[in-house]
């Protein structure tokens, strides 16, 4: 079974492919001068696109490595430096012979990892407002329509996780105004352990190390995250995700916040952690630093 289909992609005719990609707006959530300059740059351009990640577990690297190796068959459709040093992108279209030899790749590849192909690394979001769009199509459409309709097929990035170009990287916790000494307390009280996973944090006045309790998850970012959810249920405070050692130690300088420094997951751990326990906890890891991140570019029209 080939979960891909050939779909028709928009890629915008505009005068400065520049300010039309822009990285996920849930990056930078806590430096809006970010924003504020991406305003100025874009103007009234739409700042909003679907951008689903799709990770593949391909250790043999036969498929994006295979296609990879295929560039001067195919025609090049957008080359462009991104916008606030987000690096340069290409892109080139697969088609023909190419996108069929391709798909028995795919193919063959689904047939070996049948108990786990795929694992949505970024765009939850887009994926289930892709996956709403198609039930509200369905209301309005025969059996035969909903089974052919370009609604049911979301578009997503194909990436292989031991691609040596991805890195995975800690997505930080940040608490502001909140009582960071009471916080600590508690977190001391009730997830900490003898030899458990360090984490570092930081206060305006003070740092050190928590061990969080191995015995309560094999993750220490879902036990931290675990008890921050409850924790601010019944007490004050603001939660936010950071990406970046030196952007969390600068925020937690600010009265009444405190940063919490989480360990990198190992891209070994992804498929069998999934696997054996369900889905990871929100904001896991990041591929890549933020600057890093794939800008949103491409799009579909469905109708």
């Known amino acids: 079974m080939n979960v891909f289909l050939p779909a028709d992609i928009l890629i915008p005719d505009v005068e400065s492919m520049e300010k039309w990609s822009v990285i996920a707006c849930d990056q930078f959530s806590s430096q809006p001068e970010y924003w504020k300059d991406v305003k100025e740059t874009v103007g009234d351009e739409p700042v909003e696109l ?28 957008y080359n462009f430096n991104l916008m606030k040093e987000g690096g340069h992108i290409s892109g080139w279209l697969v088609s023909g012979k ?42 309005t459409h025969s059996d035969t329509e909903n089974a ?4 049911r097929y979301a578009m997503v990035e194909l990436e292989n996780i031991h691609d040596k170009a991805l890195e995975f990287s800690p997505i930080h916790r940040i608490v502001t105004e909140t009582d960071e000494e009471a916080l600590l307390d508690e977190l001391q009280k009730t997830c900490c352990a003898p ?24 993750l220490a970012v879902a036990i931290l995250q675990n008890f921050l959810d409850e924790y601010l249920k019944n007490h004050r405070g603001q939660m936010d995700y950071i990406h970046g050692e030196e952007t969390l130690k600068n925020l937690a300088e600010k009265e009444n916040a405190v940063g919490f420094l989480l360990p990198t997951m190992e891209k070994r751990e992804l498929f069998p952690y999934v696997t054996e326990s369900g889905t990871l906890p929100r904001k896991t890891f990041s591929m890549g630093h933020a600057t890093e991140k794939r800008y949103y570019l491409e799009a579909r029209q469905i109708r």
Request: charged fraction near 30%; charge should be positive; hydrophobic fraction near 30%.
């Open 98 to 139: 190419l996108a069929k030899d391709f798909g028995k790749k795919i193919t063959s590849y689904e047939n070996i990892s049948a108990e786990m192909p795929y694992a949505v690394g970024d765009g939850n979001h887009s994926l289930a407002t892709a996956k709403v769009c198609y039930e509200n199509y369905k209301k």
């Open 50 to 77: 679907p951008h689903v990640l799709l990770l593949c577990d391909d250790r043999s690297d036969g498929l994006m490595e295979w296609l990879s190796g295929k560039k001067e068959e195919m025609r090049k459709i």
């Open 148 to 151: 052919n309709a370009p609604a």
């Open 195 to 218: 030899n458990g996973y360090p984490v570092q944090w930081y206060t305006k006045e003070r740092q050190g190390v928590l061990y969080l309790n191995p015995n309560k998850s094999r």
